[in-house]
């Protein structure tokens, strides 16, 4: 069974910054999509961010656009999500998620994998 840890999450003020990560367990990160999303209570999950197999492509919700960056190193099965700027709408949990095929998608039921989430505050 393929795990996601995530960690990384934490309480910032207003125009910090964090860096999540998510380590993947097995032989196959290389092969796999990943996606960053976010949920707070009462809403659905977001996408936030994606990244294709390579780190080669990647794509971002408007709302972090210029604020966030996702990353992966391949031989260390970890991805990374940047936040730089942080305000307190984006306080949310954060989950990870892996997608089979190299590619990403931007919608929840397009991935295999999911970590537990870590709880990202940004008070104001």
């Known amino acids: 069974q393929v795990q996601l840890v995530e960690s990384g999450g934490g309480l910032v003020q207003t125009g910090g910054s964090l860096r999540l990560s998510c380590v993947v367990s097995?032989?196959?990160?290389?092969?796999?999509?990943m996606g960053w999303f976010r949920q707070v209570p009462g809403k659905e999950r977001e996408f936030v961010a994606g990244?294709?197999?390579?780190?080669?492509?990647?794509d971002y919700a408007d709302s972090v656009k210029g604020r966030f960056t996702i990353s992966r190193v391949n031989d260390k099965n970890t991805v990374y999500l940047q936040m730089n700027s942080l305000k307190p709408e984006d306080t949310a949990v954060y989950y990870c998620?892996?997608?089979?095929?190299?590619?990403?998608?931007?919608?929840?039921?397009?991935?295999?994998?999911w970590g537990q989430g870590t709880q990202v505050t940004v008070s104001s």
């Open positions: 990244t294709n197999w390579s780190g080669g492509e990647t």
């Open positions: 998620a892996a997608q089979r095929g190299y590619n990403f998608a931007v919608v929840t039921t397009a991935y295999d994998y």
């Open positions: 097995g032989r196959y990160f290389s092969h796999y999509g």
